[in-house]
């Protein structure tokens, strides 16, 4: 899998190798900076926007420190571990947009009051009274809607899932910036290792996700439900763009392999899956239920 | 805007020192450069001022010389402030617009003073070019509303429709000096065809300024759209009575342009009061703004009127 090239260092001439799967090395000798072009293929196009770093490694051992420090169900090691190690990369991803047809299909609630004659007892007397009552009538409704939606990203690599890009998304695509060799130079930057044609699916879906949202504040009515919707994607478009991550390996216990915490290099947003102390839970819900038995017994001996 | 081409998918003029279409975020074609490489090399990157090795700075936020500490600059989408491309020339002339001011003032009516025109005097004339976008426009409009038409046991039922929408040069004003009623009587008799890329010499002129920049211009012109598409769905929506009416639209070849506008801001005192007034830059016969009522005039029609009134209801009440 992790294929090499060689390549001629071009500060000192010295032999360098570099794994196919990074765009940037360093050459052993003299410690200059090397980035690699490679002939673009069409499943390993040539990144075309990138992101920047914003976030500074000092402020994101800083993030990453409060956040581990934060969840009170894992294991006091983690939450005392020592975090230090940190690494900035280039993430490979695909910028997702396209045109949005949808033809969608709900009911809608539409909400009227009824006026009601009852009977009832008001000191020992029977007596008429009316009141009023909100009623929804449920109307079908179906139509089409079409948008340009835009800007999903969708992880293109296999060594960090999208799952895991997305906790620390999103990113402010503002601030895009055309690509080139001096973005990048100086940071590990990966290669893509998913083809576009992998992840469109991916990207569809997210894509038709946060149509379902946007037409869920379209709808007109009282409120509705049964939405339903099919979107026909036209106009795609895929971009390679690299974005900025600080990644953070959290070491807690010599037996466990690390948890790896992320934090998005531009806006600081930080994630990890945060190993849980069962131990602490099983303490917890057996404190819990010691409490509700003293009360309860509490109660039943006041009696 | 300089406009080096059209975008492939929703065929608006993309704006030179933009990376992606600014409608929809296809990413720009590329500038043709050298072909790519034949084979995978290495490069270091090199300073301009030292040869040095270059490296991304995170707390420079740039590509910097570690050596020399020059920093060298990533290509980005440009942000530059907005500013007039399309210069309309007067057409009206100071003592024209005076002029013009005199007549609209004895045109009023018989409830402003009599005097009116013949005792106001004028205290400042000041030629004005103030600022604003046009924009043109295909787009699909989707949309969906309650209404009364069809409506069963509630008063609502809801309506759903998509149709399409053409705008020609629609207006949005970009004027902190005019209010938005006052750009709404001007804006239709301008001759957009006859602009120039310079102001050309007016003594004393004043000329507005956008103060946004290009990303806050195109988010003005985006909601100055979708108001549109709200306004223009509402005339398909059966019915007499509407609530909730939602608008999405889909922009196809969104050009927008940048102005600056003529017009006379005129000050003139009567009795002792000052008073607004604008005179159109190129059409003398649109006038407008506050004048004085005579309150001698007022009472003339309404004390006789009450008391006609009040005589009436004695009358019947006496009876």
């Known amino acids: 899998m992790h294929a090499m090239a060689a390549f001629e260092c071009q500060s000192c001439g010295a032999r360098v190798e570099i794994d196919d799967d990074r765009r940037t090395g360093k050459c052993l000798y003299c410690g200059s900076p090397q980035v690699i072009d490679r002939p673009p293929t069409p499943d390993r196009p040539s990144p075309t926007f990138g992101l920047a770093f914003v976030v500074p490694p000092e402020r994101a051992l800083e ?76 109307r079908d409704l179906s139509g089409r809607h079409s948008v ?21 998304e999103p990113f402010d695509w503002r601030a895009i910036k055309r690509f080139g060799p001096r973005l990048i130079s100086g940071w590990a ?55 900025p ?54 109660v039943t001996e006041a009696r | 805007m300089s406009t080096l081409s059209s975008c492939t998918r929703c065929g608006s003029p993309l704006s030179a020192g933009d990376l992606r279409c600014a ?24 300073c301009d001022g030292c040869g040095a090795a270059l490296t991304y700075d995170v707390h420079a936020q740039a590509p910097r010389c570690a050596f020399c500490g020059s920093v060298a600059h990533l290509e980005e989408s440009e942000d530059p402030l907005e500013e007039a491309e399309g210069y309309l020339p007067f ?21 402003r003073p009599d005097d009116l025109a013949s005792q106001s005097s004028v205290d400042a004339l000041t030629p004005l070019w103030w600022v604003g976008w046009t924009f043109d426009v295909e787009a699909l409009v989707s949309w969906t509303a309650d209404s009364d038409a069809g409506a069963n046991r509630s008063r609502w039922a809801p309506h759903s429709g998509q149709v399409p929408m053409t705008l020609r040069a629609s207006l949005v004003s970009a004027s902190r000096g005019l209010k938005e009623d006052e750009v709404a009587r001007l804006a239709a008799s301008y001759d ?47 019915g007499s009575a509407i609530r909730n009416l939602h608008a999405a639209v889909l922009p196809k070849r969104l050009s927008t342009r940048r102005w600056a506008f003529p017009c ?22 649109i006038v407008f703004g506050a004048a004085p009522y005579s309150l001698a005039k007022i009472l003339a029609v309404v004390v006789p009127i009450a008391l006609a009134i009040a005589a009436l209801v004695a009358y019947l009440m006496l009876r």
């Not at chain 1, 835009?150 to 999208?162: E, K, Q």
């Not at chain 2, 057409?91 to 409830?111: I, K, T």
């Not at chain 2, 006379?264 to 009567?270: D, E, G, H, Q």
């Open chain 1, 63 to 138: 993030i990453a420190r409060g956040f581990v420090r934060r969840p009170l169900f894992a294991p006091t090691s983690f939450r005392k571990a020592k975090v230090d190690d940190v690494r900035g990369i280039y993430l490979p991803a695909y910028l997702y947009t396209a045109v949005a047809h949808t033809q969608y299909s709900a009911s809608i609630g539409e909400n009227y009051t009824v006026t009601e004659t009852y009977t009832t007892t008001v000191n020992g007397k029977t007596v008429n009274r009316t009141r009023t009552r909100t009623v929804t009538e449920w």
């Open chain 1, 148 to 168: 340009f939606v835009g800007d999903h990203v969708v992880s293109a690599s296999r060594g960090l899932p999208n799952a895991e890009l997305e906790s620390i």
């Open chain 1, 189 to 243: 930057t990966e290669e893509a290792s998913l083809a576009p044609r992998d992840v469109a699916d991916a990207a569809r879906r997210e894509a038709a996700d946060a149509i379902g949202a946007r037409l869920s504040r379209f709808m007109p009515g009282d409120s509705h439900r049964n939405l339903r919707w099919q979107t026909q994607f036209d106009h795609e478009d895929l971009e390679l763009v690299l974005v």
């Open chain 1, 245 to 298: 991550l600080w990644i953070l390996p959290v070491r807690y216990r010599e037996d466990r392999p690390p948890v790896r915490l992320l934090v998005n290099g531009q806006t600081g947003q930080v994630h990890a899956k945060t190993p849980i102390s069962w131990p602490k839970v099983v303490a917890v819900v057996v404190l819990m239920l010691a409490l509700i038995a003293l009360v309860v017994w509490l």
């Open chain 2, 23 to 46: 409608v929809c975020a296809l990413p720009c074609p590329l500038p043709p450069s050298g072909e790519g490489p034949y084979r995978a090399v290495a490069k270091v990157l090199r």
């Open chain 2, 91 to 111: 057409r009206v002339a100071p003592d024209v617009a005076r002029e013009a001011l005199r007549g609209w003032l004895g045109s009023l009516g018989w409830f």
């Open chain 2, 192 to 238: 957009l065809a006859q602009a120039a890329p310079t102001p050309h010499p007016m003594e004393g002129a004043q000329i507005e300024r956008f103060d946004v920049q290009r990303s806050g211009a195109r988010r003005i012109v985006q909601r100055a759209l979708e108001a549109e598409a709200a306004r223009h769905a509402r005339q398909y929506v059966p």
């Open chain 2, 264 to 285: 006379y801001v005129l000050a003139y005192r009567y009795r002792d009061r000052l008073y607004r007034a604008i005179v159109h830059g190129q059409d003398a016969r």
